[in-house]
């Protein structure tokens, strides 16, 4: 197998340029990463602003025009997202391209998809001090359909929910593409005037994966693109590195959210305290996975299997927040036998009732996960992006190993940490009317 490597980072102000040069690969990754903190007033709209990247650039004015340039540059594919990490909001470019290696020509070619991608964040298509408006009528009209499909699933719209209600007052609480009531009022004036804001302000990340020839020139040609694209003034603005949230001590919030369903949703979120960053995550992981985290964890095997009383039972972990939200689909007359039979289990859990099987599952499980992350460009970027975030250097091959070290007491020291923050439950009511 060929030698995967490190990321190696170089660093100027609030720019950061990440480079993984490995032959592993046949495609060449490309990520540009624009963190700001999360914001009530501005989070709609910061959502919004990738979408809007992608309906062109100054040079290439339409969203066909940016693809088929993308395609000419040995047929490279470009896209915008809005990520939610931590305490922040990601916009972000990607492309991927072939590993041409050293066919002649190839450098420069790589160099212009680049270009392309600081290009869409930077200089997006605008008239003036606005952005075109049939591009920002066009965007609110999907975004507002984006908004409404994560409330037709009704999973996604019950895990948004619930973390919602366990963030309540907290910037991490806000929804990842934000608010339908704020969509009216956004501009193509005040949308271009937040743009000059998210370029003056930002920390800008910028990775490469693949078969990198002198990475301290490549890094330096990057970051000197960066500060010339987006300025060598301002400074960034996602502040200290991420950290969990706070164990809150008291009373377990209970939300009940009703409409027109056929399946009801009980999610249970716990806080740990515990970050990507802190040595107690990666017996945490395990902890989470033998809970919940696959078919042989204790929710499935007690919850669906045994009991039958659930359609799908499951945990997952945010590392950078340190919350471990159970999620469940019961039907809804089921609610309190299910509530006590999730609640056994992480009692069971806490109490060091863990069997070998369930460890080593769990184990096998997780590496393999990872391993397939290892085959994965844009996962090893999203990682080490998350220890960037953390302030950590973690890479997958050393999380492989980790896991591999962990025994079962320090698991069950890991489980002591999950604390019960809120019990969210959608249910019917034949009474309401179904809308976000």
């Known amino acids: 197998m060929p030698d995967l490597g490190t990321f190696i980072t170089q660093t100027d102000g609030r720019f950061a340029v990440h480079l993984l040069s490995t032959d592993k690969f046949r ?3 490309l990520a540009l990463k624009v963190a700001r903190p999360l914001h009530r007033q501005h989070v709609t709209a910061l959502a919004m602003l990738p979408y809007l990247w992608m309906q062109g650039t100054t040079t290439l004015p339409s969203a066909r025009e940016v693809l088929r340039y993308a395609d000419s ?4 594919s470009v ?11 990601v916009l972000e470019v990607q492309a991927t ?3 041409v290696g050293t066919f002649n020509g190839a450098d420069a070619v790589l160099e212009e998809l680049e270009s392309l991608v600081i290009q869409l964040a930077v200089n997006p298509a605008h008239t003036g ?13 999907l975004h507002e359909r984006r908004i409404q499909s994560v409330f037709d699933n009704k999973i996604t719209y019950a895990l948004e929910r619930s973390w919602e209600a366990a963030c309540a007052g907290q910037p991490v609480g806000l929804p ?13 004036a005040s949308l271009w005037s937040l743009q000059q804001e998210v370029l003056a302000e930002s920390d800008v990340h910028f990775y490469v994966v693949g078969k990198l020839h002198d990475e301290p020139s490549v890094a330096a040609k990057i970051l000197n693109r960066l500060r010339q694209a987006f300025g060598d003034h301002g400074r960034g603005a996602a502040g200290s590195p991420v950290h969990a949230l706070a164990v809150r001590r008291g009373e377990v919030q209970q939300v009940v959210e009703k409409q027109r369903v056929q399946q009801g949703k009980l999610n249970l979120v716990f806080r740990t305290g515990v970050s990507y960053g802190d040595d107690e995550y990666v017996p945490l992981l395990l902890a989470n996975g033998v809970l919940g985290g696959f078919p042989h964890s204790k929710l499935f095997m007690n919850v669906r299997e045994k009991a039958s009383l659930a359609y799908y039972a499951s945990s997952m972990l945010d590392g950078l927040t340190g919350l471990a939200v159970v999620q469940t689909g019961i039907e809804t007359a089921n609610r309190d036998k299910a509530y006590d039979i999730i609640r056994a289990q992480v009692d069971a859990l806490q109490a060091g009732q863990v069997t070998d099987d369930e460890l080593e599952f769990t184990r096998r499980g997780l590496t393999n996960q990872y391993r397939q992350v290892l085959d994965q460009p844009a996962s090893l970027a999203e990682i080490h992006f998350s220890a960037t975030l953390a ?17 079962k007491a320090a698991v069950v020291d890991a489980a002591s940490r999950f604390s019960l923050d809120t019990v969210y439950f959608l249910t019917s009511d034949a009474e309401v009317t179904t809308g976000a």
Not at 176 to 188: N, P, S, V
Not at 391 to 407: A, H, K, P, S, T
Request: proline letters at 3%; charged letters at 35%; zero cysteines.
């Open 391 to 407: 302030g950590v250097e973690r890479d997958v091959e050393r999380l492989i190993q980790q896991i591999g070290e962990v025994d």
């Open 97 to 99: 391209a072939p590993e």
């Open 27 to 29: 495609t060449r990754y």
């Open 176 to 188: 990842r593409l934000g608010y339908r009531e704020d969509l009216r009022a956004l501009t193509a």
């Open 73 to 76: 540059l040995f047929g490279a």
């Open 129 to 141: 001090d606005a952005f075109p408006s049939d591009h920002v009528e066009r965007e609110k009209t």
């Open 79 to 89: 896209r915008t997202l809005i990520q939610r990490r931590g305490h922040q909001q």
